[in-house]
């Protein structure tokens, strides 16, 4: 089944999606060459693109255990990225910022319109931040089943939030800006039912 007909399905079963709204495939491999080092290196990344609202760039790609991501962001404050609602109330949240004097990567949980708070037995696998001339980058793997208990699996339309402050380090607060979306994990490689979802390549 691919995207599109998989995205009608979604939107028959009686889901939202907002107009502007576009699904991101992240391809499904049996091995990844992914370092989780807060570099983002030429061909580490298979998927990648740039959300025109927030101007996040986006690079993902899974081993089927884990999701891999790094996040550009164009600011120095904090970036962040939820998943399983296009809201924060009731996310899963990836919040990080770098600092010269030391680095912060925090697990949340979406708990109203704009707080979170950390979750006591975080998921997240590895982490890395680093900075760039005009923002920094925070890179990460994660389990495909989310501390929220939901799952991120092939085929299935999962809602995430891009949000960043430009330049504030407490992750309390409203974000500068925030856009929401949609991702679908492609089926995976080693199950030999075709082509995992296609990458993502849009600027």
């Given at each position: 089944?691919?995207?599109r007909?998989?995205?009608?399905?979604?939107?028959?079963?009686?889901?939202?999606?907002?107009?502007?709204?576009?699904?991101?495939?992240?391809?499904n491999?049996?091995?990844?060459?992914?370092?989780?080092?807060?570099?983002?290196?030429?061909?580490?990344?298979?998927?990648?693109?740039?959300?025109?609202?927030?101007?996040?760039?986006?690079?993902?790609?899974?081993?089927?255990?884990?999701?891999?991501?790094?996040?550009?962001?164009?600011?120095?404050?904090?970036?962040?990225?939820?998943?399983?609602?296009?809201?924060?109330?009731?996310?899963?949240?990836?919040?990080?910022?770098?600092?010269?004097?030391?680095?912060?990567?925090?697990?949340?949980?979406?708990?109203?319109?704009?707080?979170?708070?950390?979750?006591?037995?975080?998921?997240?696998?590895?982490?890395?931040?680093?900075?760039?001339?005009?923002?920094?980058?925070?890179?990460?793997?994660?389990?495909?089943?989310?501390?929220?208990?939901?799952?991120?699996?092939?085929?299935?339309?999962?809602?995430?939030?891009?949000?960043?402050?430009?330049s504030k380090?407490?992750?309390?607060?409203r974000p500068?800006?925030?856009?929401?979306?949609?991702?679908?994990?492609?089926?995976?490689?080693q199950?030999?039912?075709?082509?995992?979802?296609?990458?993502?390549t849009?600027?």
């Amino acid at each position: 089944m691919n995207i599109r007909i998989t995205l009608l399905l979604f939107m028959a079963a009686g889901f939202a999606v907002a107009a502007g709204d576009k699904p991101h495939g992240i391809v499904n491999l049996k091995t990844v060459d992914v370092i989780i080092d807060g570099k983002v290196a030429e061909g580490e990344y298979p998927t990648h693109f740039t959300d025109s609202y927030t101007g996040i760039g986006v690079n993902w790609v899974s081993d089927g255990k884990l999701l891999y991501v790094a996040l550009e962001s164009p600011h120095k404050g904090w970036a962040a990225i939820s998943f399983g609602e296009q809201k924060i109330r009731g996310s899963s949240m990836i919040i990080a910022y770098h600092d010269p004097s030391g680095r912060r990567v925090d697990e949340h949980m979406g708990s109203w319109v704009s707080t979170h708070k950390a979750i006591e037995k975080p998921k997240l696998v590895d982490f890395k931040t680093a900075k760039t001339n005009s923002g920094m980058i925070v890179e990460f793997s994660m389990p495909l089943v989310l501390s929220n208990g939901q799952a991120i699996a092939p085929g299935q339309p999962m809602p995430y939030v891009l949000a960043y402050h430009k330049s504030k380090r407490s992750f309390k607060g409203r974000p500068s800006r925030k856009s929401a979306g949609m991702l679908i994990l492609g089926r995976a490689e080693q199950e030999g039912q075709g082509e995992p979802a296609p990458a993502d390549t849009t600027k």
